[in-house]
């Protein structure tokens, strides 16, 4: 998937410049931004990823490097190529959706995003959780939606029978489908929650 590689180059190191402090998720959270909140300034979106301006400015330019996104004197916007990449991701890939605290969430914040037909490539949800630490959160909780039911995998009990509201929150925000997936990253913070839901997706996907 070419979005994906492109995500990932732009997050990776680059000889001899140490680490960058921002990771896929944070790439993806900009096209997003930008995606739908164009023209969005640089400053805003260093207060919104809780990066360093130094941070913000490298990837912001890395970003123009790979066609992405161009600056106004407004602020940065998508160029055709960055709306090719939105609308991709956008297709697979939810909006967020705040849920609250439940037996199946981890943390304070719990921000649920649906990967569309990525069901099948779900194992017991490992993977996912292990992306959503890495990028900073509690971890993450996989759900697979099939026959109606919102399951976790290995078990075949519906996951949020005991907590009715959210259930319908879920199935009426996000729509699931059969065979789409829906990932819930947790976390003591927004912005982490948010970070980790996102990580667990790109984790997600590189599957597909």
Do not use: W
């Not at 931004?33 to 979106?45: D, F, H, Q, T, Y």
């Not at 959160?137 to 099939?146: D, E, M, P, R």
Request: glycine share 8%.
């Amino acid at each position: 998937m070419k979005t994906l590689e492109i995500i990932d180059r732009i997050a990776k190191k680059i000889e001899p410049a140490p680490f960058p402090s921002f990771t896929p998720a944070h790439v993806f959270m900009v096209i997003e931004l930008v995606g739908s909140s164009a023209p969005i300034g640089r400053m805003k979106l260093s207060n919104i990823l809780e990066l360093g301006e130094g941070a913000t400015r490298t990837l912001i330019k890395r970003l123009q490097k790979e066609r992405i996104i161009k600056s106004t004197k407004s602020g940065c916007v998508l160029t055709n190529f960055g709306k090719e990449i939105f609308l991709d991701l956008s297709s697979r890939v939810s909006e967020e959706l705040e849920i609250p605290p439940s037996p199946y969430t981890l943390g304070k914040f719990n921000i649920a995003i649906l990967v569309k037909n990525s069901a099948k490539m779900i194992g017991y949800g490992i993977e996912q959780r292990d992306a959503a630490i890495k990028a900073g959160a509690l971890g993450a909780t996989t759900i697979i939606y099939t026959k109606g039911k919102l399951v976790i995998p290995g078990s075949p009990e519906d996951a949020f029978k005991d907590s009715p509201e959210i259930r319908k929150m879920l199935i009426k925000k996000l729509k699931p489908k059969e065979g789409d997936s829906i990932i819930i990253g947790s976390a003591d913070d927004e912005k982490s929650a948010k970070l980790g839901a996102k990580a667990a997706a790109l984790e997600t996907l590189r599957k597909i």
